[in-house]
């Protein structure tokens, strides 16, 4: 599985990362993983999953993690987070 995660400001895309996760664990076990990685390589603090963040991603495979996401202070406008191949 391979997850692509973009922090966007000013409809620019700051900086990503693409996750690889190749263990033989359950499909949102790796998503957490990868999201903790992603979280520690951007010095971000871990954002909270919100019933629209669940149903976007169920919907699309794809979600944005914006401010109320977030317990600190974000200097971008939203996390994206897409699954590219599973």
Same mark, same amino acid.
Do not use: G
């Given at each position: 599985?391979? &997850?692509?995660?973009k922090?966007?400001?000013?409809? /620019?895309? @700051?900086?990503?990362?693409?996750?690889?996760?190749?263990?033989? $664990?359950?499909?949102?076990?790796?998503? #957490?993983? =990868? %999201? $903790?990685?992603?979280?520690?390589?951007?010095? %971000?603090?871990? +954002?909270?999953? @919100?019933? =629209?963040?669940? =149903?976007?991603?169920?919907?699309? =495979?794809?979600? /944005?993690?914006?401010?109320?996401? #977030?317990?600190?202070?974000? +200097? #971008?406008?939203y @996390?994206?987070?897409? &699954?590219?191949?599973?």
């Amino acid at each position: 599985m391979r &997850i692509w995660f973009k922090e966007w400001k000013d409809n /620019r895309m @700051l900086q990503d990362m693409v996750v690889c996760e190749e263990d033989d $664990d359950t499909r949102t076990h790796k998503i #957490f993983h =990868a %999201l $903790d990685e992603v979280c520690y390589a951007f010095d %971000l603090s871990k +954002p909270i999953w @919100l019933d =629209a963040n669940i =149903a976007e991603f169920k919907k699309h =495979a794809k979600t /944005r993690f914006y401010q109320d996401n #977030f317990v600190d202070s974000i +200097p #971008f406008d939203y @996390l994206e987070m897409h &699954i590219i191949e599973e």
